[in-house]
T-cell receptor
Framework: SQQGEEDPQALSIQEGENATMNCSYK?????LQWYRQNSGRGLVHLIL?????REKHSGRLRVTLDTSKKSSSLLITASRAADTASYFC???????????FGAGTQVVVTP | GAVVSQHPSRVICKSGTSVKIECRSL??????MFWYRQFPKQSLMLMAT?????????EQGVEKDKFLINHASLTLSTLTVTSAHPEDSSFYIC????????????FGPGTRLTVL
């Protein structure tokens, strides 16, 4: 079952602006990942941050992880209309890799 | 990257029928696959872990007799929703871990099940 939250639930911004979303979880984790889901489609892996890392970058994405607060944030810089999607954080707690998901943030980027 | 496919992408069935959903890893072998369910505008809920050559492991609250999982080969896992009812209507997604050992998951495109 879900054991975390994301905020905001929804975010509406204009192209060129930055989008920031936060994720909180309740257990110790091995790593935390962010995924994107376009409406009615499967998930696309965006970035993974390990429990011993604090920040990671990938293109226009910046992820932070604070294990003391059990929270992570995803920043999308210079957003584009194509970034419109739902974004989910997910974490693993065992070596098998099964994921627990946050509630998700629905992002709408208007041209 | 690794590719995971699902079939069918959409299925509509009558209440009481059984529906089988296939999940395939196309260019890699997966001894483990995961099945998730997603209701509209909600997050993904892990249903079960599918293990090649052994029984699936179900999450708490998921009926194993209702959702039959068979992982018959290193590239195929199937989920059968038995005696489906309207409340089983949902988006079912499978995933398989990549080969890098960092727990990155590769997700199938999902199957939209509608039970009338």
């Amino acid at each position: 079952s879900q054991q975390g939250e994301e905020d905001p639930q929804a975010l509406s911004i204009q192209e060129g602006e930055n989008a920031t979303m936060n994720c909180s979880y309740k257990t110790s984790i091995n790593n935390l990942q962010w995924y994107r889901q376009n409406s009615g489609r499967g998930l696309v892996h965006l970035i993974l941050i390990r429990s011993n890392e604090r920040e990671k970058h990938s293109g226009r994405l910046r992820v932070t992880l604070d294990t003391s607060k059990k929270s992570s944030s995803l920043l999308i810089t210079a957003s584009r209309a194509a970034d419109t999607a739902s974004y989910f954080c997910a974490w693993t707690t065992d070596s098998w890799g099964k994921l627990q998901f946050g509630a998700g943030t629905q992002v709408v980027v208007t041209p | 990257g690794a590719v995971v496919s699902q079939h069918p992408s959409r299925v509509i069935c009558k209440s009481g029928t059984s529906v089988k959903i296939e999940c395939r890893s196309l260019d890699f072998q997966a001894t483990t696959m995961f099945w998730y369910r997603q209701f509209p505008k909600q997050s993904l809920m892990l249903m079960a872990t599918s293990n090649e050559g052994s029984k699936a492991t179900y999450e708490q609250g998921v009926e194993k007799d209702k959702f039959l999982i068979n992982h018959a080969s290193l590239t195929l896992s199937t989920l059968t929703v038995t005696s489906a009812h309207p409340e089983d209507s949902s988006f079912y997604i499978c995933s398989a871990p990549g080969l890098a050992g960092d727990n990155e998951q590769f997700f199938g495109p999902g199957t939209r099940l509608t039970v009338l």
